[in-house]
C-alpha cells in the first residue's frame, strides 16, 4: 500500500491522479488533499477517499468546506502553512505535485526536504529552482519521478541505460491550436481558440502555454534539470498526433520512445507505482487507425518562446524563474482579456531583456526575482 499525498487534488492533473487511486484501492492510499478553493470539489474527495488531512488555502473556501463537512475523521487545515506544516508532515511514500505555476515551489521544495518520492507535475518549480530541488533532491534521497507525459516517456525510455549513453532527448509536442496559424492571424486569436486544445484536456494556464509554445519552452528546462542533461541536447519536435510521447537518442544512433494515446493517467500512475507497471484500462493504440505519425520543426519565428527557454538556461541564475513569472503574469492577463496572444511573448522577452540576472541565487533571491518580474508586466503594460 502506497501512502500518497495529492497537492492541488482540484485540478485536472489531481482529478486524474486520483481516478488512479479509486482504481488501484489496494494499492494507493490517500492520505492527504490541497487545493486553493474549489472546496466543492475538495469536499467530495474528502468523502470518497477519507484522507487523515486536507487543506485549502483559501480561508473563505475552507470556511465554507468546514461548515458543510460531516464530522470525521479527515482533519481540515488552511493555508499554505496548512499544506507544509500538516498535510506535508504526515506519512507518506510519494508526494504528487499538482499545484499550477510558481505557488507549487514551497510545497515541492517542503516534499523533497522530508525525502518522500516527488511525483512532478508542477514543472514550474523545476523551471525557477530546477538545480536547488535536483541538489536537495539528492541530499536527501528523495527520488523524483516526472508526471509531465514527455518527461515520464523520457523516464521510461531511459531505464536500464546510464545517462552517459544518452546523445539527444526528443522532446515531443503537438504544436497547438495555432500550428497551422499564419502569424498575422495570432495577434486576432480569442482566448476560447486557445484554451481550444487539439489533442490534451488540461487546466487553463498550461493550456495556453501549450498555444505559445511555452509549455515546451519550460519542458526543455524541466528536461535540463530533471535528467541532468545540457540544453544542446534536448531538441523539441512537433507531432501533432500526439502519441509518441518523447525520445531518447543513444550514442549508437539506436532512438527509445514511449507511445500511446494521449491520457494523463498514464504517466501519473506510473509515477505512483514506479518501479512497477501496474494495469490499466483505457484505451488502445490501434497502429492501422492511426495510419500514419508525422513530425516537423517547430517554427521558431511564430512562436518564439522556445528561444526564451534556451536563452534562459543559458544565463541561467534567476532568469528563469523570471521567464515563468513574467509567462505566469501574462497568461492571466490574456485569460483575462487585457492582452493579445502574441503579447504573452512578447512581454515574457521585454521583462526578461529587462532583468539583471543573480548567478547561483538562493531560493529568497529565486521568490524576488518571481516577484520582481510580475509587477515588471505591469509596469511594461502601463
Ligand atoms: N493538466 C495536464 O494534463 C498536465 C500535464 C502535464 C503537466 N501539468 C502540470 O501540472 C500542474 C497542474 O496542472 P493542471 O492542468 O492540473 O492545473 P489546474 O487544472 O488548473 O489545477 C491546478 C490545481 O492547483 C490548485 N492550486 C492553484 N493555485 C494554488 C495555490 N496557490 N495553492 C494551492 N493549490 C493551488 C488548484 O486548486 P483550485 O481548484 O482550488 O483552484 C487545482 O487543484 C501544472 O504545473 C501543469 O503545468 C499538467
Not at 470525521?72 to 499545484?99: C, F, M, N, S, Y
Amino acid at each position: 500500500m502506497k501512502k500518497v499525498v495529492v497537492l492541488g487534488s482540484t485540478g485536472s492533473v489531481g482529478r486524474n491522479a486520483l481516478d488512479v487511486a479509486r482504481r488501484l484501492p489496494d494499492e494507493i492510499q490517500v492520505v492527504g488533499l490541497a487545493a486553493r478553493s474549489n472546496w466543492e470539489v475538495l469536499r467530495e474527495q474528502i468523502l470518497e477517499f477519507r484522507p487523515s488531512v486536507a487543506a485549502l488555502v483559501d480561508p473563505g473556501a475552507c470556511q465554507n468546506l468546514r461548515k458543510t463537512l460531516p464530522n470525521g475523521a479527515t482533519r481540515l487545515v488552511e493555508g499554505l502553512d496548512g499544506i507544509l506544516d500538516d498535510v506535508l508532515e504526515q506519512e507518506a511514500d510519494v508526494v504528487l505535485a499538482a499545484i499550477t505555476g510558481a505557488a507549487g515551489l514551497p510545497t515541492t521544495l517542503k516534499a523533497v526536504e522530508k525525502g518522500r518520492r516527488l511525483a512532478i507535475a508542477n514543472k514550474e518549480s523545476l523551471v525557477m529552482a530546477g538545480k536547488r530541488v535536483m541538489a536537495l533532491a539528492r541530499e536527501k534521497n528523495a527520488e523524483v519521478v516526472p508526471v509531465d507525459s514527455e518527461h515520464s516517456a523520457i523516464f521510461q525510455s531511459m531505464r536500464g541505460s546510464r545517462s552517459s549513453e544518452v546523445t539527444r532527448l526528443l522532446l515531443t509536442g503537438s504544436g497547438g491550436p495555432f500550428r497551422e496559424t499564419p502569424a498575422n492571424e495570432l495577434q486576432g486569436v480569442t482566448r476560447e481558440q486557445a484554451l481550444n486544445h487539439p489533442t490534451w484536456k488540461m487546466g487553463p494556464k498550461i493550456t495556453i502555454d501549450s498555444a505559445t509554445l511555452m509549455n515546451k519552452a519550460l519542458e526543455v528546462i524541466e528536461a535540463r534539470w530533471l535528467f541532468d542533461v545540457p540544453p544542446e541536447r534536448i531538441e523539441v519536435v512537433i507531432h501533432p498526433e500526439s502519441v509518441v510521447h518523447s525520445m531518447v537518442e543513444f550514442q549508437d544512433g539506436s532512438v527509445i520512445a514511449q507511445l500511446g494515446l494521449p491520457d494523463m493517467r498514464v504517466p501519473i500512475q506510473f509515477a505512483l507505482t514506479y518501479p512497477e507497471r501496474r494495469p490499466l484500462e483505457i484505451d488502445r493504440l490501434s497502429f492501422p487507425e492511426i495510419s500514419r505519425l508525422t513530425f516537423e520543426e517547430p517554427d521558431r519565428g511564430r512562436f518564439p518562446a522556445l528561444d526564451l527557454a534556451y536563452r534562459a538556461l543559458e544565463t541561467g541564475g534567476t532568469l528563469p524563474a523570471v521567464l515563468n513569472a513574467a509567462n505566469e503574469q501574462a497568461v492571466e492577463r490574456f485569460l483575462a482579456g487585457t492582452i493579445r496572444f502574441p503579447q504573452i511573448a512578447s512581454l515574457t522577452r521585454q521583462v526578461m531583456d529587462h532583468h539583471d540576472a543573480i548567478g547561483e541565487p538562493e531560493i529568497p533571491q529565486i521568490l524576488e526575482a518571481d516577484r520582481w518580474a510580475r509587477e515588471e508586466v505591469d509596469r511594461c503594460l502601463s
